[in-house]
């Protein structure tokens, strides 16, 4: 009941700029939060940056005043916009979204397949 569809990855040139997508499919669920995370090689996933629905926004030192992560609550859409991208902002980036029932309590994580970044140097 719960599909996220993310989009927007590929090859950049270092310095340049890329915008993910993520689409969340539900008709069930109400969202409280989305975000991006990303996990390179041998490496942890970790955060990117998050956005409630209420237009918080949260980002990890390492991309912030390069990245930028807003939401279209109509779409159920989740976008980040990369710029001056760096050849270690390589991984495969995941969309994450916090859904909860309307009416409950109890939330739930979903994520996305991932998208692969490659920043060429």
């Known amino acids: 009941q719960v599909r996220l569809v993310e989009s927007g990855g590929g090859l950049v040139q270092a310095g340049g700029s890329l915008r993910l997508s993520c689409s969340a499919s539900t008709s069930i669920f109400s969202i409280i939060t989305m975000g991006w995370y990303r996990q390179a090689p041998g490496k942890q996933r970790e955060l990117v940056a998050t956005?409630?629905?209420?237009?918080?926004?949260n980002y990890a030192d390492s991309v912030k005043g390069r990245f930028s992560i807003s939401i279209d609550n109509g779409k159920n859409t989740v976008y980040l916009q990369m710029n001056s991208v760096k050849p270690e902002d390589t991984a495969v980036y995941y969309c994450?979204?916090?859904?909860?029932?309307?009416?409950?309590?109890?939330?739930?994580?979903?994520w996305g397949q991932g998208t692969q970044v490659t920043v060429s140097s």
């Open positions: 956005i409630t629905y209420g237009g918080s926004t």
């Open positions: 994450n979204a916090g859904l909860r029932l309307a009416g409950t309590s109890p939330t739930y994580d979903y």
